[in-house]
């Protein structure tokens, strides 16, 4: 029973380091990053890479926590972020467990199967909800290039995920 919570302590720990260097780096360095109003975002990229390496509980909670504070430090509507990272992690944790090698080259499929679906939730709540088709071309385009440079950052955290999964499966034979 002790081992059980024991592993949930350093799990919770674990992922919670990560998010909050994530997060840390999203908000106060990524934006000096920016290349023509283009910046990294670690956000989609992190979500994949916990969730491929650990259950849809993690990656769900993962996102969602992640989200959260996305939505309060942003300028967006509330909530956003929220949902689409917790289905980001959702949907690549429930893969993770069924069908994905937990590989680099797996990661970097499902990060632009990810991104390809925020892309599209993306144009449908700017075009449809609120209904600015003016500013359409302009964050297809930044997204796009916001994809591929946030795709720089792809192997370290798959490789921090892959590391903080080792760790915690080797505190769990203790």
Known sequence: MFARHRSTINKVSAYGLLLLA??????TFMHHLAIRDVKPS???V????????????TGTVFGGILGLLCDV?????FGYYTLMLMLIGFCVGVLSDAAIRRSLPSALLVYFCAYAAYFVILILTSVVVVGN???LPYRLRVTFFEMLYSLLFLPVLYFAAKKISALLA???RR
Not at 46 to 55: Q, R
Not at 73 to 77: E, G, K, L, R, Y
Request: aromatic share 10%; glycine share 0%; proline share 0%.
């Open 22 to 27: 994530v997060m840390l780096l999203q908000t």
């Open 42 to 44: 670690l956000l989609v």
């Open 46 to 57: 992190s979500v994949v890479c916990v969730a491929l390496f650990s259950d849809y509980r």
């Open 73 to 77: 430090s942003s300028a967006a509507v």
């Open 133 to 135: 088709f003016s500013v």
């Open 170 to 172: 080797s505190l769990d």
